[in-house]
């Protein structure tokens, strides 16, 4: 019997190789003596081990199986009688564990230097939401709301001193912090404006000027990296091409709206000259919106609002996992609640009492 199979399978006796704890709970013993402690969850009359839960967790929110899937292929392989609620109680129970996690999260990204930030629906049993989600090199976390407005990313950001990085919505403008627009966003509306005008000779030069400084300053980022010792340089041909706009009167009206999209947000366009590490565009949070959309897809509005609060607590600790170069299911695994611990190298002991795990 594999170490996973007693922890799928109701045990009516002590095995080869298990010994029998009290309340009906068994752990398995190596030919080293060590023992696999597993603390019960008992559902329907069954006793669930946390690798179970772990599993489950892994397999869902980790490599996106559906919940159904999951529960015939494991009812197939060891002969159990998982049923749906128990998945769910199994959901549920993850989440009110790793719930902490998440804040803590959450508390290292807002004391972080840079965040990456974007937005994306969520179907709630056929009524409209939204998840926000706040990102750095190494966490993510996600955070469901009732409306696209601007006041949940303010009050998550409450605090944060340091560079915002985000698409053009205009719910972040009003967030008191340094930021940088993505300009991978603005050039795909450049590229739409020139191929909707493709004979408006001006709305090309403009995107002609812009497209020649971002490929200079994208040189230099290819050789030296995200450092504003070697950006800085750039700020005279940043001065240069708004002082080109300044002074160009367009005919074009494309043209004339790109000058002053230009205009309202030179603030925000190239903040990544002057600060250490600020990437010049939303890329990370981009891919991290990825991750719950395709999670989104196996949930396919048939969650609650608790439901879906529930999956993104355990998606933001398996993304985060996956920044920090964690494996998802050692995590679960190891009785630790707190990524940046387990992550530690040389770290003595990963055990943690509340799991039983030893």
């Keep these: 019997m594999s170490n996973w199979t007693y922890a799928f399978t109701r045990l ?10 009290p309340h009906g709970s068994f752990r398995q013993a190596n030919s080293c003596g060590y023992e696999w402690g597993l603390s019960n969850l ?12 772990a599993y489950f967790v892994y397999n869902v929110i980790g490599l996106r199986i559906p919940q159904l899937t999951f529960q015939h292929s494991i009812n197939r392989m060891f002969g159990g009688h998982l049923v749906r609620s128990s998945l769910n109680e199994f959901k549920s129970r993850a989440s009110r564990i790793y719930c902490e996690t998440k804040a803590k999260i959450l508390d290292r990204i807002i ?13 709630i049993r056929g009524h409209p939401g939204y998840v926000w989600v706040l990102t750095n090199l190494t966490d993510v976390v996600y955070i469901l709301a009732e409306s696209r407005e601007g006041e949940t990313v303010q009050q998550l950001l409450r605090g944060f001193r340091g560079v915002l990085v985000s698409d053009f919505y205009a719910a972040y403008d009003s967030i008191e912090c340094p930021q940088q627009k993505c300009l991978i966003h603005l050039m795909r509306d450049l590229n739409d404006e020139i191929l909707n005008n493709p004979f408006d000779e001006e709305a090309k030069l403009v995107t002609l000027q812009f497209a020649s400084l971002l490929r200079a300053i994208v040189a230099t980022i290819d050789r030296r990296g995200l450092k504003a010792h070697f950006l800085r340089k750039h700020l005279r041909e ?15 009206e494309v043209a004339n ?42 949930i396919a509005g048939s969650s609650t609002k608790k439901g879906i609060e529930e999956y993104l607590t355990l998606l933001s600790v398996a993304e985060s996992c996956k920044y920090r170069g964690v494996d998802f299911l050692d995590f679960l695994r190891s009785g630790e609640t707190d990524i940046a611990t387990f992550a530690r190298p040389h770290q003595p002991s990963r055990g943690g009492s509340q799991f039983g795990i030893r």
Excluded: C, M
């Excluded at 004391?111 to 179907?123: C, F, K, P, R, W």
């Design 12 to 21: 009516h006796a002590p095995e080869r190789g298990f010994k029998q704890f």
């Design 238 to 252: 940043v001065d240069r091409f708004f002082r080109f706009l300044k002074r160009s009167r367009f005919q074009s």
């Design 111 to 123: 004391a972080g230097a840079v965040i990456h930030a974007d937005e994306t629906g969520a179907n």
């Design 42 to 53: 008992r559902l329907h009359g069954w006793n669930w081990g946390w690798n179970i839960v």
């Design 257 to 298: 709206k790109l000058k002053q999209r230009f205009e309202r947000n030179q603030e925000r366009l190239f903040t990544f000259l002057q600060y250490d590490g600020v990437p010049w565009n939303n890329n990370n949070a981009e891919h991290a919106i990825k991750s719950f959309a395709r999670l989104r897809d196996i």
